[in-house]
């Protein structure tokens, strides 16, 4: 019997993490052919402003799948109006192929919500499911538990050992927004997105007034994320009042401070490898602690910012020897906007209005202690920025 696979979804847009898993799926479950599906209106999730049309997610998928011959493209989902259910699209592929085995391929999150999926039971009456699984301890748990319910209802589940890129189609827009997303686009997608200005590669957001640098930062952001930043932002403003800085510049390092914060450690190495920066040892051990700087690459060639904000941005999470007013704003107003919790804010506070440089010095001593007590390292940056403030001395 034929087995065909079915692989749905948004692909916005379609990246190499598609294309392999697809391949993977081939080999590991036998299939003589798999289909991508590109959704009309996806049930679960809304797709962000500005995303490109179906037709033109379609295209893309195409121009991604081209070189995978087992591979088709299906725009069985795009000829329907209205949400793209999955069991419409199995009940129309079951009538199209009566004699073939379909899989439907998912990944661990869907398949741990799939009894609230649209008659979920009919979907099981029709297919297989093929689950790719990372084999993570907590996800191989939970997917055991989950394969074990629905088999009793009488499912089949075949779970595919997922080791693909690990990248997101959020992660992607993301790299794309910062012209560095080459790397994870099969041949030609990357082109036919800048040939048609999709996910904002075309757009000019340098210099661009407050208020519309809030809207594109917030867009950028984990949506957890934002209420830090904005209180950043304020906080930055107050600290520049306060003591004589450029408000503006405060207003706009602030809201860019975490700008690529979003990005894993991996993908910020893959920032910093498209923009041509060479990283030191420390930072390349603990590519985590990147986001200041690849924030400063970003606010600077994306954004159009000012060397003022953008070394207040390279700076606000190390800090460094000999910091100018604003630098020093930015890294106090990170540590201590209103959103910050922990033992010993409220002396910060207080010293950031009365005594800056020892808020400053407050703030790198609570970090080094910090980072000891978790067994880290401390950053070449941090302790010069320290034996700078006591005259000389190193710390540790």
Known sequence: MERIGIFG??????HIGHIQAAQQAITALGLSRLLLIPDRIAPHKQLPENSPTPEQRLDMLRIAAADCPQIQVSDIELCREGVSYTVETVTALKKLYPRAELVLLMGTDMLLSFDSWKNARKILKNTTLGVFCRGEKNEEAAIKEKRSELQRQGAKVELVKNDVIPISSTQMRRLLAFHCADAFLPAGVGDYIRENGLYDVSARWKNLPMEELEQVVVSLLNPNRVAHVLGCRD???????RWGADVTDAARAGVLHDITKALDGPLQLTLCE????????FSRKYPKTLHALTGSLVAERIFGENEAVVSAIRYHTTGKAGMNLLETIVYVADYMEPNRDFPGVEKLRALAFTDLPSALKLGLEMTMEHLKKQGSEVSPESREALAYLNGGSDPC
């Open 235 to 241: 906080t930055a403003v107050e600290l520049a009042e």
């Open 9 to 14: 979804g948004t692909f916005n847009p379609p």
């Open 274 to 281: 498209a923009y041509g920066k060479i990283l030191s040892d």
